[in-house]
């Protein structure tokens, strides 16, 4: 599985990439954003497979 890492999501004039906090503001959106993908993508996972458990295991009756 490959995946391209890049460093800012909007080619840059050449007069800003010397400018480090845009650089690391940029870095810093396109971080969250893959963490953000990469969290949500485990959660889905994660449901899908606690879906197929629940509809698994025998339906327990009962109450208070």
């Known amino acids: 599985m ?3 890492h ?5 080619p840059l ?5 010397h400018n480090s906090a ?3 503001r940029q870095y810093t ?6 963490a953000a993908q990469f969290i ?3 959660v889905r996972i994660f449901n899908r497979k606690a879906a197929v458990v ?4 025998p339906q327990v009756q ?3």
Do not use: C, F, Y
């Open 62 to 64: 009962g109450g208070h």
């Open 22 to 24: 845009e650089i690391r």
């Open 40 to 42: 949500s993508r485990k």
């Open 6 to 10: 890049i460093a800012t999501v909007n």
């Open 2 to 4: 490959t995946q391209n």
């Open 54 to 57: 629940a509809q698994d295991m």
């Open 13 to 17: 004039p050449s007069s800003i990439l």
């Open 29 to 34: 959106r396109t971080a969250a954003k893959q």
